[in-house]
């Protein structure tokens, strides 16, 4: 888990390694993400969300070259 969540972080259930989700899950988690977008833009009013940042995994950050912290 050491690659998927920053020191101090904790998940509450564990989840499969980077590199270790199917392409149906991940398809499936989109769907679901998107459709838990939607609703709150509804809820909104029907106005744009603007998604400025999101979480990289240690490795996945290190990989793209992000920042070190």
Known sequence: MADLWPPGVRCASPLPSPGKIGAATVKENVRRLMDELEALRLKAGGRA?????GFRGIAHNRAAGGASS
């Open 49 to 53: 969300i603007t998604i400025s940042s």
